[in-house]
Nanobody, 121 residues
């Protein structure tokens, strides 16, 4: 599975962005997808994850109620809708694919490159 994250950019606080994670490979639709982020000088942290069917989603406390993860298996694509963005959301965002919807990054097998999100105050 190869993953390609896109949709990052510069946005003002309170604004919205939608990230996309496009996948190639037959196993995408049977794998969970997670989004993680890494701010400069900080460790990578869990943001959200979704099961292979899309029936269950999980979020970090810092984004719950503001971000929504979804997927369209017919398009081999997952999404992260980010609303009410805050300066502290500034980071490189990564999508990952793995067997289950874990919050631990080391349990994901495949990773896309990061897409930068910058939120100005």
């Amino acid at each position: 599975v190869q993953l390609q994250a896109s949709g990052g950019g510069l946005v003002q606080a309170g604004g919205s962005l939608r990230l996309s994670c496009a996948a190639s490979g037959r196993t995408f639709s049977t794998n969970a997808v997670g989004w993680f982020r890494q701010a400069q000088g900080k460790e990578r942290e869990f943001v959200a994850t979704i099961t292979w069917s899309g029936s269950s989603t999980y979020y970090s406390d810092s984004v719950k109620g503001r971000f929504t993860i979804s997927r369209d298996n017919t398009k081999n694509t997952a999404y992260l809708q980010m609303n009410s963005l805050k300066p502290e959301d500034t980071a490189a965002y990564y999508c990952a694919s793995g067997p289950k919807a874990y919050s631990a990054s080391d349990l994901y097998n495949y990773w896309g490159q990061g897409t930068q999100v910058t939120v100005s105050s």
